[in-house]
């Protein structure tokens, strides 16, 4: 992680909204950032989740100046979320950062996922970073800074059977979070795109109840973050000024994917392979 005097530094004094923030990344992200010293708006659809998560964020305080607040709305729904954080950004000014890890997964075989499965990735992963975006946007360009964070995944580089749902939302953060520096960084704002490998959440629990049994057995040789590694990669990434943040394995597997695309493919079959046949030997020692 970096240095707590640079950390200090750039988030001590400064607003910073998260969304999905009651829970998960988003909740560790909170947390780091209040214990350098920031104020901090909480944005999440659960009203009696984010209560919860205050009381877990205020124990990082440090100064009694620190504000910390919540707004629950879903961040796909423009028109409720508008006033709220219209309102924060009138009161508080624009923020310093803007850091969008909400997110959801529903893994499954492809031919057994409906058509409103595709779209709930989209309006939850891609238009619930969006939405926030959109409507801070004019405020942030008035003060002519702000840093704006999306999530991402490691599965918004490379494909894996299981999450065809999933991955075509995580590219779309990226696409989008790229043709929002290109544009936007000459009138002074700056952006990030997270890469998280599996974190130990309660997303990542509640996908594990529907992820085909083939996923299971390829996931064993990744590894899993806890939540805290991950924000403090955030952490870091946002202080060292990195446009791509990659937290654990994600740095070696997007040098992999960019590099040697073809073998990464070819591995993944063979993996896949491999994960079939043992579940098939699973299923015949039952």
């Known amino acids: 992680m970096a240095r707590t005097g640079s950390a200090r530094r750039c988030f001590e004094g400064k607003l910073v909204i998260v969304t999905g923030g009651s829970k998960g990344i988003g909740l560790a992200f909170s947390e780091a950032v209040f214990a350098l010293g920031a104020s901090v708006c909480l944005v999440a659809r659960g009203a009696e989740g984010l209560e919860a998560a205050r009381a877990i964020v205020e124990r990082s305080r440090?100064?009694?100046?620190?504000?910390?607040?919540?707004?629950?709305?879903?961040t796909s729904d423009m028109a409720t979320l508008r006033p709220l954080l219209e309102g924060v950004a009138e009161r508080l000014g624009a923020p310093h950062f803007l850091v969008n890890c909400v997110g959801w997964s529903r893994p499954g075989y492809v031919e057994e996922l409906d058509l409103a499965v595709y779209r709930r990735h989209m309006e939850v992963n891609y238009f619930g970073q969006l939405v926030p975006i959109l409507v801070l946007l004019p405020s942030m360009l008035r003060a002519g800074r702000g840093h704006i964070v999306n999530v991402s995944s490691v599965l918004g580089f490379m494909g894996i059977?299981?999450?065809?749902?999933?991955?075509?939302?995580?590219?779309?953060?990226?696409?989008?979070?790229?043709?929002?520096?290109?544009?936007?960084?000459?009138?002074?704002?700056?952006?990030?795109?997270?890469?998280?490998?599996?974190?130990?959440t309660p997303g990542y629990r509640e996908e594990n109840r529907t992820k085909p049994p083939e996923c299971t057995e390829m996931?064993?040789?990744?590894?899993?973050?806890?939540?805290?590694?991950?924000?403090?990669?955030?952490?870091?990434?946002?202080?060292?000024?990195r446009?791509?943040?990659?937290?654990?394995?994600a740095s070696r597997v997007r040098k992999l994917t960019r590099y040697l695309p073809g073998t990464v493919r070819s591995v993944m079959d063979r993996d896949l392979r491999k994960a079939r046949e043992a579940v098939r030997a699973r299923l015949k020692g039952v």
């Open 219 to 241: 996931s064993k040789r990744g590894g899993l973050l806890s939540a805290r590694e991950a924000a403090d990669a955030l952490v870091e990434g946002i202080v060292r000024g």
């Open 161 to 200: 059977m299981g999450f065809a749902a999933y991955c075509p939302s995580k590219y779309a953060v990226v696409g989008l979070t790229e043709a929002l520096r290109s544009e936007l960084s000459p009138r002074g704002l700056t952006f990030s795109v997270a890469f998280p490998p599996d974190v130990d």
């Open 243 to 249: 446009f791509e943040i990659l937290p654990g394995e």
């Open 62 to 74: 440090i100064g009694g100046e620190q504000l910390l607040e919540t707004l629950a709305c879903d």
